[in-house]
């Protein structure tokens, strides 16, 4: 078996835990988007994901990803737009937007109004508008980055202004040694705080999807709403070294 039908016999599985998922929350499978988490793999397995049809790649860090992305995408192609659609998926710097924004489709980790000034500033330099997931921290862990739950209508309202900037989502982390309970409630918390946002003003109307879910908790969060789901292990495998 090659590297690539393995992918999409891990892909075909994963599609599957999917469907199932929806079925028991009465969703439907085509409203769940999977991103395959490429940071811990090689260049050359991430090139066989985008074989094996795997479309949105994330990543944590611009450090390990620049090889991945000039590999695939290529320093001279058209950025962003060609070869498959790239997703941050990390805690961003302020000095790392120049090399993120631009080559990174979405951005799943806005967190500070210094951030949203720097990736609008950016996308102004670009003529390009970035979709933006607010990263909200449910669980409260001190280790973890994102807004607090409370302080999440006033962030969105201090950012409507930047045109570079588009809202679409939150994006919450549950805790890693959670039980099902723990987790399912911060899950059900992002999607109670985006119902709020929704219904609260038709100015975040637009701010519809939920990133959550990783390898170990994914059929949960989409029973809880996630839209899009961050999958590693579980359908990139991980490599040593």
């Known amino acids: 078996m090659t590297q690539v039908q393995e992918l999409q016999n891990r892909m075909s599985l994963v599609e599957q835990k999917i469907a199932d998922a929806c079925k028991r929350a009465g969703r439907r499978p085509e409203d769940v988007q999977i991103i395959a988490v490429t940071k811990y793999v090689s260049v050359d397995t991430t090139r066989q994901a985008v074989a094996a049809g795997m479309r949105n790649l994330g990543e944590n860090r ?74 909200v921290n449910v669980s409260g862990e001190q280790s973890k980055h994102g807004l607090a739950p409370q302080q999440l ?24 040694d959670a039980d099902d309970e723990q987790t399912r409630a911060v899950f059900r918390g992002l999607r109670v705080l985006r119902d709020e946002l929704t219904q609260l003003s038709s100015d975040y109307a637009d701010i519809q999807h939920l990133s959550m879910g990783m390898s170990g908790d994914f059929e949960m969060a989409i029973e809880e709403g996630a839209t899009w789901v961050r999958l590693g292990t579980i359908l990139v495998g991980k490599e040593e070294g």
């Open 62 to 135: 611009w450090q390990d990803a620049a090889a991945k992305w000039s590999a695939i995408s290529g320093e001279n192609d058209a950025g962003a737009d060609a070869g498959p659609i790239w997703h941050f998926i990390g805690s961003l710097q302020t000095n790392k937007v120049k090399e993120v924004v631009g080559r990174f489709t979405y951005i799943h980790s806005l967190d500070r109004l210094s951030l949203a000034e720097a990736i609008h500033k950016r996308a102004l330099q670009l003529d390009i508008v970035v979709p933006c997931f607010i990263q």
């Open 153 to 176: 209508r006033e962030f969105v309202q201090s950012i409507m202004p930047y045109s570079g900037i588009k809202p679409i989502g939150l994006m919450t982390m549950a805790p890693l």
